[in-house]
């Protein structure tokens, strides 16, 4: 039984031994990654949970704090997302100062 499971466990592994696996080249001339709108937020904070439009209201909130406002007053008028995201980081950053 137990060259049994010896051999088993060999065979196993040799067959995940086989060949690598590789990520494809990227070559630049031929295609180009999709721009990704980064999505900033507060140092310190986790919003991973919280629609794009929320974090970028909270970045832009919190900054507000730092210095001159920041915020997209159309932006704010139109996504509540983004309008609530602002308060949030700007209450929550001057508690923080």
Known sequence: MRRRLTVLTFALMAGCAGQPISAPEFDPSTSAPAPRTPTP??????????????????????????????????RF???????QGWRDGNDICKRKK
């Open 77 to 83: 008028k139109n996504d509540t997302d983004y309008a």
């Open 41 to 74: 937020s507060a140092p310190g904070i986790n919003l991973s949970g919280y629609p794009p439009g929320f974090r970028a209201g909270y970045a832009d909130g919190c900054i507000s704090v730092e210095g001159a406002r920041k915020r997209d007053e159309a």
